[in-house]
């Protein structure tokens, strides 16, 4: 497509005598990606600036940029001037891959938790129930026989559209996403028409210098969502504290879910009940729909669980699918890395949850509290270099709901580990529990195993989907689960030599 023809379309303005004519093949906002053919969008980071990197851009053989702060550049460079190229940017890729949200049923999942549940519970719903689904979040890119890993839990707005072309010409029909607070804040949703959005619940997180400045700047990311992308149904936490502010200024139809209000789909709470198997923490409940009852079982714990399922259910039946339908698929969904179960046999459970602030290590905690475990050994640590806020807190949910927490590494980049322990165990008051801290995570987690008994449940909290650990700047292969089933395989042959 001709740089002139694309800027048009995309109705970015800008006149050019001569260099309209450039051929674009490839949007790019990594300097280090860009050859020639490549529209270097210059994108002003919370620490890099694209703007610092155009020239690197242009001696790769870039010759189109888009700026919002002036480029020396060679005379042959042609440059578009814009007052905010994240905007330009997510209205270049739509117009480039063809505008494929407007071809795609999109469901928008937002909150400060479930997001990753309530949407896989969705996309599974509609797969196995003949819709053509397609899910991008925290778990990768999935649709029919597709898995790919995505750098952020909503990726940046040109691999978004190229995710959705892709979908398109494939002949998905309904998109799944998971929409951060960042995405929002850093315009990577621009102009995606939302068909449904959905609000799980809201807490303070992703409070730093480096994200949102306050809890009041984070809220109103997210409130933005239902107020300003113009869906045309909303579906909401109905028990949440923050569901009327959420709720406020939305245009289309809304209908809530609970356990403990009033609501359109309503979880009657003497219905819930725990279902405990070798591998699995569950639960069941009911919902009286039009005098009927209908059961749903989950493969998953506790009051936060059925929010997720109930977010899921309205969204599904919304889109036709039968009560009774729902209830027979959902029963046998599995989501990695959220309260991921494995029986490590001799009577001994991990759980692999992307818990990874004191809510929500709170949660699981008090979630596997529940179902009566002997002792519950607690393995987590904090990532480097942006946590700082909320490694105390951490600490003292963990020592006062375990019975052991092992201390450990949470991608520590370039922060040494033996700092972020030490942060941690300053939340640590004069009853808690025993802790030991082991640096290296794998180390942990063999230690973990060792001294498990029967009865005992080991939860490895934070890194939940990932399938790395970041250390110095590089990413480094690393699966929980596959370590775990390789160690309950050989439980006799493990390290030893830690002491508590």
Request: glycine content about 8%.
């Amino acid at each position: 497509m001709k740089l002139g023809e694309l800027l048009s379309l995309s109705k970015i303005e800008a006149f050019f005598p001569l260099s309209g004519e450039t051929e674009i093949r490839s949007i790019i906002s990594d300097s280090r990606k860009c050859g020639e053919g490549s529209l270097f969008v210059c994108i002003s980071g919370s620490v890099f600036d694209g703007h610092n990197y155009a020239r690197s851009a242009y001696d790769r053989g870039c010759r189109a940029f888009v700026a919002e702060k002036n480029l020396i550049l060679p005379d042959d460079a042609a440059v578009v001037y814009t007052p905010n190229t994240r905007i330009a940017l997510a209205k270049l890729s739509s117009t480039f891959f063809g505008d494929p949200s407007s071809k795609l049923k999109i469901i928008g999942i937002t909150g400060t938790k479930g997001k990753t549940s309530t949407a896989e519970f969705i996309h599974a719903i509609l797969s196995k129930n003949g819709r053509s689904s397609a899910y991008i979040g925290s778990n990768g890119v999935e649709y029919g026989n597709i898995h790919k890993s995505t750098p952020n839990t909503t990726p940046e707005s040109y691999l978004l559209h190229q995710y959705m072309r892709d979908m398109v010409n494939d002949g998905v029909k309904y998109l799944v996403m998971e929409v951060s607070s960042q995405a929002i804040l850093q315009n990577r949703i621009h102009g995606i028409n939302f068909d449904t959005c959905v609000y799980t619940n809201l807490s303070p997180d992703h409070i730093s210098e480096h994200e949102h400045p306050s809890f009041d700047h984070y809220k109103n990311c997210k409130h933005s969502l239902f107020a300003e992308y113009g869906a045309n149904f909303a579906f909401y936490n109905a028990d949440d504290e923050y569901a009327d502010f959420m709720l406020d200024g939305f245009r289309g139809k809304k209908s809530g879910f609970s356990i403990h209000t009033p609501s359109e789909l309503h979880a009657l709470p003497d219905s819930i009940k725990l279902v405990r198997n070798a591998d699995s923490f569950g639960t069941s409940f009911v919902c009286t729909i039009r005098k009927t009852n209908y059961e749903f079982v989950l493969n998953m714990p506790d009051e936060f669980s059925i929010y997720n399922a109930l977010g899921a259910i309205a969204v599904c039946h919304h889109y036709g699918i039968r009560y009774s339908d729902i209830a027979d698929t959902i029963k046998d969904i599995k989501i990695c890395g959220r309260f991921q179960s494995l029986s490590l046999g001799g009577g001994v459970t991990a759980v692999i949850d992307y818990a990874h602030n004191c809510v929500s290590l709170a949660s699981a905690l008090l979630a596997l509290r529940k179902y009566r475990p002997t002792r519950i050994i607690c393995l987590f640590g904090s990532v480097g270099g942006r946590t700082q806020i909320r490694r105390k807190e951490m600490g003292r949910v963990a020592s006062e709901l375990s019975d052991l927490c092992i201390l450990t590494s949470d991608n520590p980049d370039n922060e040494p580990p033996e700092q972020i322990i030490d942060d941690i165990k300053s939340g640590f008051g004069e009853n808690a529990c025993p802790c030991v801290s082991i640096t290296d995570r794998r180390q942990a987690i063999e230690y973990a195993v060792k001294i498990a008994e029967p009865g005992d449940v080991i939860l490895l909290a934070g890194k939940g989907h990932e399938r790395y650990q970041l250390v110095g700047g590089r990413q480094e292969y690393f699966n929980e689960y596959e370590i775990l089933t390789e160690l309950s395989e050989n439980r006799d042959d493990l390290l030893t030599g830690y002491l508590l």
